[in-house]
């Protein structure tokens, strides 16, 4: 079963707002990833957020982070049309080095012109 | 730094063919990993490798999929015999460390379209 749950599953936005995505998950983590993918291109890795950090930022992007309800949050500001793609949050057990990430099933963003 | 290289990028198959697909990570890293993408089913884990070992292939839906990884540069995945059911984008991934840990890089995907 996926581990994220990325709400909403879709985004609609015009170019300079911004774009909030959230995330859930279950278990207890090492770490939070996002990764974007564009329409028939492999995923690329956006942020990384570990499990003692709460907020980090790269760029135009913001990532929260609340273990105690299990969810994070990324926040695109300035949104532009190249934003546009399918955003996934991924998550790394904890006490589990050799172990994979379990990837949502993803947030289709938006952006028009 | 090539990144992760995947081949073929298209691969149209006829029920009951064999298919292999192939990838080569990037160098220096330790673990490589097969995914499946479908709209119905999102992104699934298939197998992972750490130092050219099986670690969990948990995911290979069933004993048509097997995957190899001969040596460090190098990893195969094969679909004997390919079904329509099996039509995805698979996705091959490498990561240095703790997967867990660190980011993957992956590459652009291998669309299979089984008839």
């Known amino acids: 079963s996926q581990q994220g749950e990325e709400d909403p599953q879709a985004l609609s936005i015009q170019e300079g707002e911004n774009a909030t995505m959230n995330c859930s998950y279950k278990t207890s983590i090492n770490n939070l990833q996002w990764y974007r993918q564009n329409s028939g291109r492999g995923l690329v890795h956006l942020i990384l957020?570990?499990?003692?950090?709460r907020e980090k930022h790269s760029g135009r992007l913001r990532v929260t982070l609340d273990t105690s309800k299990k969810s994070s949050s990324l926040l695109i500001t300035a949104s532009r049309a190249a934003d546009t793609a399918s955003y996934f949050c991924?998550?790394?057990?904890?006490?589990?080095?050799?172990?994979?990430?379990?990837f949502g099933k993803g947030t289709t963003l938006s952006v028009s012109s | 730094d090539a990144g992760v290289i995947q081949s073929p990028r298209h691969e149209v198959t006829e029920m009951g063919q064999e298919v292999t697909l192939r990838c080569k990570p990037i160098s220096g890293h330790d673990y490589l990993f097969w995914y499946r993408q479908t709209m119905m089913r999102g992104l699934e884990l298939l197998i992972y490798f750490n130092n050219n070992v099986p670690i969990d292939d948990s995911g290979m839906p069933e004993d048509r999929f097997s995957a190899k990884m001969p040596n460090a540069s190098f990893s195969t995945l094969k679909i004997q015999p390919s079904e329509p059911r099996d039509s995805a984008v698979y996705f091959c991934a490498s990561s240095l460390g703790g997967a867990s840990r660190n980011e993957q890089f992956f590459g652009p995907g291998t669309r299979l379209t089984v008839l």
């Open positions: 957020i570990r499990s003692n950090e």
């Open positions: 991924a998550t790394g057990r904890a006490n589990q080095a050799g172990t994979a990430l379990i």
